[in-house]
């Protein structure tokens, strides 16, 4: 199992070495020279070179980028340029809309799909599991930015139970959870929508197994075998979406901060964009990237715990 | 005559209208959907309008018509980049299973999971600006891995047959067997999966067209309709409803049309029709 | 004392039994045997009443007075696993691979009441020690260990309860000879000492013949003939039950062939080792590298036919592609027809050397036709034959193998399992190889068919001159068909020599015990 981890382990720093370049070069290197970028045409020299000063980029290409990721590494982001503020202050602000967001939505739409997916298992072929297929096709047609202004319609515009957007800071606990609902659902079902269905096919799969015979053949009741032997199994497939999941919710989640004014790092991203902010671009990117490695690498662990035959395995 | 499902036959149905109107959007629309005419502004459902128009006295049903053909067209060519870079390397991982070639693959495509579309998007639009070509190569690029991933794992499962030991016998390589046995044997899951990535494709166009990370105005497409109603909703709610719908039955429509392809072309199912 | 009644079944309205009835007595094995569809698995599963959605019974099926077949399903929860025992032929997929193995016996007995949890471990152990796994820790995962240790695990959960029936489907089919032999004597065993019941389903006549003290012959969902164990095996009334003896023990008329023993051999392996590297461990690292053909040597004359026997794992696959020129090998030499073969030899040079797989359903691209399946090693030739000539040729490769010309449009899943293995035998021939590897080419295939493919190999060797290098694990149809036999373990040749030396005087201990393992008919069974 440790030699599981540490493999684990050093393919996910290759992957944070790879994607880190990756990011690099198309922020640093492909504009040619991103301080000229950043300033836009009309700048002239001398401006260009104080900001290339300001921004480190002096040195080579490969000094900037080792000078770049040890700064990371140290929780040093850089210095956004229009907000003349360390972007580690900015994005910590904004992580704490943005990832409570993105967590609120993973449990909700886990817990909505599990017990459907079961639902839809056991009834397999009768009108309940119609039923359950046919919402869940149409949960995964509705795009979530489109669910969330409906929800504001619905929800905020006429039947005044939530604000349409905004976030009043965690000072207040209560407001700050109630502002994170609406998104959070808007972001949620949609995806449970598809990780019911993965649940379904997994467990209809599972209990195809010769396994579930020699349970059955054991004494134990349909239901009971289910539970006990056809559940976890089950589980392995589904946590694979888990995982791609949260990448998808963190993308989502951006986009929604969009329709409720959240001001979380989407907000930040694209403030950037807008405003040539590179450093802000490069440092936010990086970040969402990180979160995502990190998280396959935990579902890579939970995988490990679920199934026995994978922690022989380097 | 086959007796197609019944789900097969709506998603077609669906699917074959709104090609049909992005297909018809290239030689006719009902008004010109780059021109601005403010006296036109907020019209609701009318003979002259049958949908109406939006706050810029836009017509909705021809914006309805070339915003499919938008997403249509990105979701397309996005799916095309996944299947012409994601395939061949599927079947070469899967031809030299266990080798470093494929363990670079499939390293490769774990990575690319790791930059979801939208940040492909940002990272592009932050150096190049938006536009819609930046939406496809986001959108494609994602696509690689899922269908590398697919070809991959359908190949596996094949190379362990006998029929390819003896295609090897018979004198044939690698690349010839992998075109003419392995390929044609897993067109099925290519052909359900490029359904689903089509879905996908336009449901992630339309995201990234609201964030303004797509086409750029004037051409309309059903994201940016949905970014302009935003400020509209609350009097005017049916702007922001008619593109989601639009976006809706459109994916409902391919993903019916999906399942029912998985249903028609596995055999193991088939069997159980019988 | 149990007794089943004119049990009948269909499922959707397709009629799978009809009028099954036979007894069984506690300590006594009563064996089930005939081809496959012949519904012996169906009949195990009614009397479980595990039959799949659809399905409707009629007649009785009773334990000690109680009609299994119209028990309510909680009633039947309770009386599997504790009155009623059963283990399958997949021993590799029968026990969750997420869950140790001693938590898998011990549920027998935690949701029977039986014990709580901590009692039942400790019972389970004891259960695992009885069915000859003293070494394996409770904690085990399935994964970690061997079929046979597994099929034992499943014996256990089985018997944990000492069930009055035990219904074995297959149990040893899966298995090798060594490891089936053990099983047998442990079930053998286990009906002595528990007393109970044993319903061995099987399609292997010897078997039966070792184990069963009454037996029933199935053919179509029904009972053709049942009885004492050695009076259906010496009388063999029924013409079914004799047909399927017959072929079971079926020597197809061979001519010895007048080898050219002094000339140099058609197939020639010398010294020749062939290991696999270890498994990767990180993105540049491997394990040590496994040793699977290791110093081989052998030698195959013209007109000859020669056998190579081994368990699984023993080599015998990797030696039989590093033959065919598939993979490299590490050491030694191998030369076919004068030509050195190698994963990289011309592509002519292949034309002399074909092959018949095991796999009957596999061996064949199911979207292509007959005819362009049997022609598939033209891509050998440099000048293959096209369209009409090509299509005499395919014609007359299927008619020599007894189908008919007009099959050559058909694909595949048009033809039964038999035919199939006909089709892969005129592939094999359109190039006129000089020898024919075959590889398990006969062992997925019920007895009768077998039967008949045996005849035809015959007949194509004394026509054509072909030489035979015929590879498999079981030694009957190895003893039918060849002149020569190597035996092979753990990737050396341990044994060789002629066919009939070797059998009834083998050499080496490995051979003896593989010859002790194989379960043979009784001699009263043959009719000569």
Redo the contacts between chains.
Sequence with gaps: MLRYIL?RL??LS??LI??SL??FT??EV??GDPAA?MLGLNADDSTVAALRADLGLDGSRAECYVAWITGMVQGDFGTSYTYRVPVADLVADRLWVSLPLAVLSLILSTLIAFPIGLIAAANRGRAADYGIMGGT??G???????FA??L??VFA?NLHWFNAGGFPGWGTPIMALKSLVLPSIALALPQAAILARVMRSALIETLA???M?????????RR?AVL??AL??ALIPVLTIIG?QF??L???A??IE??FFLPGLGRL??Q??TQ?D?VV?ESV?ML??FA??VV?FLVDIAYAI????LRR?? | MIRLPVPLTIGAVLSAIFLAMALLSFAWTPHDVEQLVIADRLQPASGQFWLGTDQFGRDLLSMLMVGARVSLAVALVAVGIGVALGVPLGLAAAATRGSLLDEVIMRGNDLIFAFPSLVIAILITAVFGPSAFNAIIAIGIFNIPVFARVSRGGALSLWTLDYILAARVAGKGKVRISAEHILPNIANLLIVQATIQFSLGILAEAALSYVGLSVQPPTPSWGRMLADAQTMIYTHPMLAVLPGLAIVLMVLGLNLMGDGLRDLLDPRLRRQRQ | MISVDHLSLSIHGTPILRDVSFAMQPGRTFGLVGESGSGKSMTALALMQLLPEGFQTSGTASLDGINLLDRPEAEMCALRGNELGMIFQEPMTALNPVRRIGDQVAETLCIHGAAPRRDALKMARQKLDRVGLPQIALDRYPHELSGGQRQRVCIATAIALRPRLLIADEPTTALDVTTQAQILDLLRGLVEEEDMALLLITHDLAVVADMADHVAVMKAGGIVEQGTTHDVLSQQTHPYTRALFEASDHQPRRSTPDMDTGGEALLRVTNTTRHYPGPRIGLFRRGAPVRAVDGVSLGLQTGESLGLVGESGCGKSTLTRAILGLDPIQGGDIRALGYAVSPHMPRENRAGIQVVFQDPYGSFNPRWTVEHLVAEPYHLLPEAPQRDERRTQVAQALEAVGLQSSDMDKYPHEFSGGQRQRIAIARALITHPKILVLDEAVSALDVRVRAQILDLLADLQARMGLSYLFISHDLTVVRAITDRVLVMQAGKIVEEGPTRRVFEAPDHPYTRALLAAAPRLPDYARKD
């Design positions: 493999g050093v393919s290759l992957s790879v994607a990756v990011i198309v922020i492909i504009p970028f096709q149409l995964i047609a509705v795009p979530n930015f489109w202004m409906l504001v319609l515009v197994q010769d396994y015979r020699t349970a059955r053949a054991k004494g134990l009741s009971q006990r032997h976890r199994n791609l990448s998808f963190l993308a989502g951006i986009i969009n329709v991203i694209f950037g964009i040539r590179l671009v990117t969402l990237v995502v490695i396959t679920a199934d026995p035959r395995r380097g």
